[in-house]
């Protein structure tokens, strides 16, 4: 596939959790292991007649003429990881990808589907695939059958926020998945999560389905700790209440402030959720202390 369309879908794949292979395994392992990780990737890019772009680090940028072929090789990417470990290590993909129009400078895209397309790979945890309702309406029902709502997205620069669908690929999944539905059951507001970071305030409610934070310059809120992940964290509002998923290499380090029997104490979110409550602090890959003025301050009211 050589022609360039101006519309395409724009696929992002990167590795989840590379800067703990080099940790665990040294520069000169860790690197092999990338490099093994990029070439499958590229293969299976090529398996479904996508094109990749560049690589940049530990990501891989692509695109396709179809929505189909994307989500076919995004599944098959995640079942190959999945049976298959690199240089003896378990490694897991993060994907997320985006149909719309598309400017060429050369052989290199630009324009908003490419941040769209960075927003969805920048939501997806490990072994997850992400994308939009839009880029889903050209699927086959086949693939419409095995997506399931994932929220809302806000996007820098556009007005509305995008709806957002998970891929499931896994066959070994039970959760029954549905196709999304444009109508969005309303949430009742019970709350109002303030985050303070460097002097800076910023409130969420029920509208804000996805919030990401990261040291990303893509994320809703940017932190500049060495420590953070690009995308290191999610917050969703389920029924009123605020949740966070770490999705990181480093773990969050939560920190509630009162006269609770835990409070004051550095609580490990990593991989899994927490429910925020009264007020504290967020530390993104250090303890809350250690963090200094990279630390979050939360509040619910």
């Avoid at 990167?14 to 520069?27: E, K, N, P, V, W």
């Avoid at 895209?109 to 997806?124: C, E, K, Y």
Wanted: charged share 20%.
């Amino acid at each position: 596939m050589s022609e360039l369309s101006p519309s395409t879908v724009i696929f992002f794949a990167d590795i989840a959790g590379s800067t703990r292979l080099y940790d665990r395994l040294g520069d000169s392992q860790a690197h092999r292991c990338i490099v093994t990780t990029i070439e499958s990737l590229r293969g299976l890019v090529r398996q479904f007649d996508g094109v990749v772009i560049e690589v940049v680090g530990d990501q891989v940028m692509a695109y396709f003429n179809d929505a189909e072929k994307a989500a076919q090789a995004a599944s098959a990417t995640q079942r190959h990881f999945e049976n298959n470990n690199i240089l003896e290590q378990r490694i897991q993909i993060r994907i997320g990808f985006h149909y719309g129009p598309v400017l060429w400078d050369g052989q290199h895209p630009f324009g908003d589907t490419i941040n769209v397309a960075s927003r969805m790979v920048g939501l997806a945890g490990g072994r997850q695939i992400v994308t939009t309702a839009i880029t889903a309406e050209r699927f086959t029902r086949g693939t419409r059958s095995r997506a399931r709502p994932f929220g809302q997205a806000n996007v820098k620069g556009k007005a509305h926020p995008f709806n957002t669908l998970k891929i499931e690929w896994d066959d070994s999944d039970s959760t029954s998945l549905f196709f999304h539905s444009d109508k969005t059951t309303p949430l009742v507001k019970k709350n109002l999560l303030t985050l303070e970071y460097k002097n800076k305030a910023i409130q969420l409610d029920e509208q804000q389905t996805f919030f990401i934070i990261g040291r990303g310059s893509s994320c809703d809120l940017v932190v500049l700790s060495g420590a953070a992940s690009r995308s290191h964290a999610r917050i969703e509002c389920r029924q009123g209440h605020f949740i966070y998923f770490d999705q990181s290499s480093n773990g969050s380090f939560v920190m509630t402030t009162g006269r609770r029997a835990n409070d004051g104490m550095n609580l490990l979110v990593h991989h899994r959720e927490w429910v925020f409550s009264g007020t504290g602090w967020l530390g993104l890959g250090l303890p809350v202390k250690e963090s200094g003025e990279e630390a979050i301050r939360f509040s619910v009211s």
